[in-house]
C-alpha cells in the first residue's frame, strides 16, 4: 500500500514570497490533515479536512495561510506572503475517518 | 485546552540498557494515545496506540502504558540499540465538535550509544 505522498521535500524561498505544498493523501482516506512542525516542537494542527469540506481549521493563520482539497483527493497548502517564522516542517496526514493518522515525509521550508 | 508534556526532553544510553519515556496530558477526556518515531528529516512513523479503554500496548521490544485518569503514559524500550536512536512523539487524540485532533508534545530525543 503506498504511503501519503509529499512535494516538493524541500523548499527556500525569501520572506514575502508564496509557496504552495502538495498532499496525496493514502488512497481511501477521507480525512486529511496539515501539521506545522516547527524545529524542536511538536507538530501543530493546521487544518483538517473530511473529504473536501474543512472539519477544523482553528489554528490556521488565515490572513496567510490558505488550503484547499478539490474532489476530496489530492491537497494543497499555500503561504502567501512568507514570513521568517513560517521556517518549519510541513506534514500532511490521512486517515480513516476516526482511524489512525497516516504520516508523510514532509516538506521541510526554510524563508530567508 | 490539552497540553501534552514530555520528560526528559533528551536521554542518551548505552547500548543494551531498558528505558523509560514519560508522557503526560492536562485533559483527561481522551480518545487514544500515539507513540510515534521521528527520524531526522523524516516524517512520523506510528509505534503503539492505545484506546482510552485500554491500558497496555506492545510491540516487539516496545510496550506502552496509559492511566488516563492521572493523565500519563510511559513508553518502555527493552534491550535499546543505536538504530533506536530517534525523537519519540506522544500525542493524544479527543473528539471536539470540530474535529478529532491530534496534541503533541515536544518530543524525547533518544540517542543510543554502541
Known amino acids: 500500500e503506498a504511503g501519503v505522498a509529499q512535494s516538493p521535500r524541500y523548499k527556500i524561498i525569501e520572506k514575502r514570497q508564496s509557496v504552495a505544498f502538495w498532499c496525496n493523501p493514502i488512497s481511501g482516506h477521507a480525512t486529511l490533515y496539515w501539521y506545522q512542525q516547527i524545529l524542536g516542537q511538536g507538530p501543530k494542527l493546521l487544518i483538517q479536512f473530511q473529504n473536501n469540506g474543512v472539519v477544523d481549521d482553528s489554528q490556521l493563520p488565515k490572513d496567510r495561510f490558505s488550503a484547499e482539497r478539490l474532489k476530496g483527493v489530492d491537497s494543497t497548502l499555500k503561504i502567501q506572503p512568507a514570513k521568517l517564522e513560517d521556517s518549519a516542517v510541513y506534514l500532511c496526514?490521512?486517515?480513516?475517518?476516526?482511524?489512525?493518522?497516516?504520516f508523510g515525509p514532509g516538506t521541510r521550508l526554510t524563508v530567508l | 485546552k490539552q497540553e501534552v508534556t514530555q520528560i526528559p526532553a533528551a536521554l542518551s544510553v548505552p547500548e543494551g540498557e531498558n528505558l523509560v519515556l514519560n508522557c503526560s496530558f492536562t485533559?483527561?477526556?481522551?480518545?487514544?494515545l500515539q507513540w510515534f518515531r521521528q527520524d531526522p528529516g523524516k516524517g512520523l512513523t506510528s509505534l503503539l496506540l492505545?484506546?482510552?479503554?485500554?491500558r497496555e500496548q506492545t510491540s516487539g521490544r516496545l510496550n506502552a502504558s496509559l492511566d488516563k485518569s492521572s493523565g500519563r503514559s510511559t513508553l518502555y524500550i527493552a534491550a535499546s540499540q543505536p538504530g533506536d536512536s530517534a525523537t519519540y512523539l506522544c500525542a493524544v487524540r479527543q473528539v471536539e465538535t470540530s474535529g478529532s485532533r491530534l496534541t503533541f508534545g515536544e518530543g524525547t530525543q533518544l540517542t543510543v550509544n554502541p
Open positions: 496526514a490521512s486517515s480513516l475517518v476516526g482511524y489512525e493518522q497516516f
Open positions: 492505545i484506546q482510552s479503554s485500554q
Open positions: 485533559d483527561s477526556a481522551i480518545y487514544n
